[in-house]
């Protein structure tokens, strides 16, 4: 597989290109490239384009119409995480960083689902409360409160804490571990409406990087 990374203008790894594909280092699909540069969302909504420093970066008069939105590819590996790069140069006045905060930006079709999430429940497979869905941060059972059960780095009940069963790459419960079948779901009016999860084949499913960047700018 031959592979191009990606990195913002702090040198920081971010993406990597492979077959007209965008993905994120952990191989979290982020778009198509067109004509060797142009970078589509998955929702066919213009995201940048692709510069000669591995950058990817857009302007008002760089943007472009929308495409029909593109099939997604089979997930690859993901590669061997490269060293970061030394700072680049500033962009010029106008220019935009895409990936200046680490992550690619929500496209329209992103929000829109994650907006849908509002006022729903976390649940585990195994039928564990995981925590509310909303805009609250001091809520005591808010995904967004730090100092909760479920929005805490340290509770064992949390998606947030990497060595609990619902948080680990590793566990067959967690919405980070890309291989599981029985990530949470999340669960409003009795009715469930997505997984959280990084497995792309289970739908309707919500990859957990992008409901953390969602979370984080409620």
Excluded: C
């Excluded at 198509?32 to 857009?58: A, C, F, M, Q, W």
């Amino acid at each position: 597989m031959s592979v191009r990374y990606i990195f913002n203008t702090q040198g920081q790894y971010v993406a990597f290109a492979s077959s007209d594909n965008l993905f994120s280092p952990d191989a979290n699909w982020l778009g198509v490239i067109r004509h060797g540069k142009v970078v589509y969302n998955p929702d066919g909504s213009y995201l940048g384009h692709l510069t000669e420093d591995d950058r990817v970066i857009t302007a008002p008069h760089l943007a472009q119409l929308p495409i029909l939105a593109p099939l997604p590819p089979l997930p690859p590996f993901p590669p061997l995480r490269p060293f970061n790069r030394l700072r680049m140069p500033s962009l010029p006045a106008g220019y935009q960083d895409v990936f200046s905060d680490g992550r690619a930006p929500l496209s329209h079709q992103d929000l829109s689902a994650l907006n849908s999430l509002l006022d729903s429940e976390l649940v585990a497979n195994d039928g564990t409360f995981l925590g509310k869905v909303t805009k609250n941060r001091f809520d005591k059972d808010s995904l967004r409160n730090q100092f909760g059960n479920y929005g805490n780095r340290y509770s064992p009940k949390s998606i947030f804490n990497q060595y609990s069963p619902y948080g680990s790459r590793y566990s067959a419960l967690s919405p980070f571990n890309q291989y599981s079948t029985t990530p949470p779901r999340f669960v409003k009016n009795g009715m469930a409406l997505s997984y959280l999860t990084a497995n792309r084949f289970l739908k309707p499913g919500v990859h957990p990087e992008k409901f953390q960047a969602w979370l984080n700018q409620l």
